[in-house]
């Protein structure tokens, strides 16, 4: 029955919202506009989920380009979509003598399946005392190459803290901003993802992440996967 609760809590938890798609401007490329849902912005935010447990949700971009929310689901760490394999083993760690950790994710899966671009961070802080005595967070990222040098680059990436010793609670963020020249597009003004994750580190232990991703321009069968464990 604990569990339950714990699930029905977490679930409950979840939340989502996302700008409408913009029109796109008179003087963009006609040939990929007759495909492009334009610019979209999602946001989302998940609470931690139990140890060895990742909570996880998957955004689908519709045929009228409207994104349709997967259901929030909580999983063992070890089958979360887009967790990394090392953050899975590492996201399993329990807390213990005030020590904490979490991973989030943070990803954008084209009709293929093939991700695109994606933001990673992991933090671990420590509390007692009611202060998080000590915090820090990591971020790296990861996009999709294409043979010839061509494909997905990060254009800049940034990521820190507001509080990183004796806090009242731990404020992290990481930023990520890439660029596409390929296939696709090879004049490289087309496509362009701008990934934001967030995490809450707080004194009792508990922690939050949220999510905002922004795409230039948008397919219908895209996907968002976010998560954190």
């Known amino acids: 029955m604990r ?84 953050r899975r083993a590492t996201a399993a760690a329990t807390a213990t003598d005030g020590a904490h950790h979490i991973s989030s994710w943070n990803e954008m899966y084209d009709c293929c399946n093939i991700r695109m671009t994606g933001l990673y961070t992991t933090s671990d802080w420590t509390t007692g005392g009611g202060r998080v005595v000590t915090a820090a967070t990591d971020a790296t990222e990861q996009h999709n190459r294409e043979p010839w040098n061509a494909g997905w680059s990060l254009a800049s990436s940034a990521h820190g803290a507001d509080c990183t010793a004796d806090c009242a609670a731990s404020h992290a963020e990481a930023h990520a901003d890439f660029s596409y020249r390929g296939i696709f597009d090879v004049t490289g003004n087309w496509y362009a993802n701008s990934h934001h994750s967030f995490v809450d580190l707080g004194a009792d232990g508990t922690a939050s992440c949220r999510f905002d991703v922004e795409l230039r321009h948008t397919f219908a069968g895209w996907n968002w996967r976010h998560g954190c464990a």
């Open 3 to 86: 569990t339950r609760f714990a699930l029905s809590a977490v679930l409950a938890a979840a939340v989502l919202t996302a700008a409408a798609p913009t029109a796109l401007a008179a003087g963009d490329d006609a040939r990929p506009a007759a495909r492009s849902c334009g610019t979209l912005r999602l946001t989302g935010s998940l609470p931690v989920p139990p140890a060895g447990m990742a909570v996880q949700q998957d955004v689908s971009i519709g045929a009228d380009c409207t994104p349709r929310p997967g259901a929030v689901r909580l999983v063992p760490v070890d089958r979360a979509k887009g967790a990394a394999p090392a």
